[in-house]
């Protein structure tokens, strides 16, 4: 296959254009570069591709098929590219690659713990595709969520620990003493530990009309499909916690009007999110409502809500609806393998242990973490530390002393 054909299409402030490039330029494979924001004809191409919509990044291969905002694991089953880990056994296996994992896998290599960070998608997580972190400390002025995920990427590299994208876990099962990870290219690991800090996803409404116009006014993600609504009247937001407000405070750079709708009777943000929402006039706020469908051919043409205190109807027209109603935990491999609450999320004690011994989980997947980036570090640490006491009393590990 002559892969230096594969074009990908995108836009420079698109943090998964960035990880698919990286992807295909770690795995030395040339591809051309269409910048959708500076080439008419190369959004026109997009647009006609997808029936309209604009999802990015566009991946077109040689043959005439296209991914569309492919995670790594699908760019990879695509390429034919075979991603394994370079060892069958290790003290520890690492399962996703966002902050709470990194963090674990850096104290892991300080205690000289064998590890290996698997990961489905591409490295950092949710954090490196938010566009900016105010609320992680050492960086006064925020710090765009790509660029600290690459902090966290190199430290990693720096301690030679064996990062593995692309791959994703398909099943934990006991093993003797140990435990055995499948992952999906078939390739079998053995561990006397398993981390899982895989996250969460956004959770979608679940209305007529969604999944149609997914890509095509209907986003989950602000920093990768806002500017494409730039001078837009108006850009409906749905949710009214932290995130939402967040997300609506950046699309306020490019639309006129943020309607926010939320379900419940009240917003449940921050108080100082709530009070920038509410002293900026471009918002128009609405509680105990529900959107009930979304319609449109190509692209978002009316959204239909309900109020549900009153029985008002609403028909509006946005440009574009930006959903963040919630997270939805990474767990499904561990489904009736370890013990989850009602929602999925993976229980823990106090030491980051699951039902199943030597299983942790840390970060955004287990039940009772508060979802926040600068406590998912801390998880992911903490829990590498409880993970290395478990090695040492029952693997009798000699491990790296390590002060600091």
């Not at 960070?117 to 490295?123: E, K, P």
């Amino acid at each position: 296959m002559p892969v230096e054909q594969i074009t990908v299409y995108g836009a420079p402030w698109c943090p998964d254009c960035q990880r698919s490039k990286a992807f295909l330029s770690s795995h030395r494979i040339e591809y051309g570069w269409v910048d959708i924001d500076q080439d008419q004809a190369g959004l026109e191409f997009v647009e006609h591709l997808q029936g309209g919509g604009r999802t990015i990044p566009t991946i077109v291969f040689p043959d005439g098929s296209h991914l569309l905002e492919p995670s790594d694991e699908e760019l990879a089953r695509k390429l034919g590219i075979q991603v394994e880990a370079s060892r069958r056994a290790y003290d520890l296996v690492i399962v996703g690659g966002g902050p709470a994992g990194l963090a674990a896998s850096i104290y892991a290599a300080r205690e000289g713990i064998s590890a290996v960070v698997i990961d489905s998608g591409g490295l950092g997580g949710n954090a490196g595709v938010t566009e900016r972190i105010d609320n992680y400390p050492g960086f006064p002025e925020g710090v765009g969520g790509a660029e600290l995920m690459e902090r966290f990427v190199a430290q990693a590299r720096r301690y030679e620990v064996e990062l593995v994208a692309g791959a994703r876990v398909v099943s934990v099962d006991p093993s003797g003493e140990d435990l055995q990870v499948a992952l999906a290219g078939g390739q079998l690991l053995g561990a006397h530990a398993v981390l899982f800090a895989t996250g969460s996803t956004y959770r979608r409404l679940g209305i007529p009309g969604e999944d149609q116009l997914l890509g095509a006014g209907v986003h989950f993600c602000s920093t990768c499909d806002g500017p494409f609504y730039r001078g837009a009247e108006e850009i409906l937001v749905v949710g009214g916690g932290n995130a939402a407000l967040e997300e609506g405070l950046f699309l306020a750079k490019f639309a006129r009007r943020i309607r926010l709708v939320q379900n419940q009777k009240e917003l449940t943000a921050s108080r100082l999110l709530q009070d920038k929402v509410a002293s900026d006039p471009r918002f128009e706020v609405h509680t105990s409502t529900q959107l009930t469908e979304i319609r449109g051919k190509t692209r978002v043409e009316e959204v239909l809500a309900r109020n549900q205190d009153t029985g008002e109807e609403y028909r509006w027209h946005p440009a574009a609806v930006f959903v963040f109603v919630g997270l939805t935990p990474n767990s499904e491999v561990l489904r009736g393998v370890v013990e989850l609450d009602r929602w999925g999320f993976v229980g823990t004690d106090l030491a980051y242990r699951t039902s199943m011994a030597g299983v942790y989980a840390a970060g955004d997947v287990r039940s009772g973490s508060t979802k926040q980036l600068a406590s998912a570090v801390g998880e992911g640490a903490a829990a590498l530390l409880a993970v290395r006491a478990y090695l040492q009393q029952h693997h009798h590990l000699a491990l790296v002393e390590v002060n600091s």
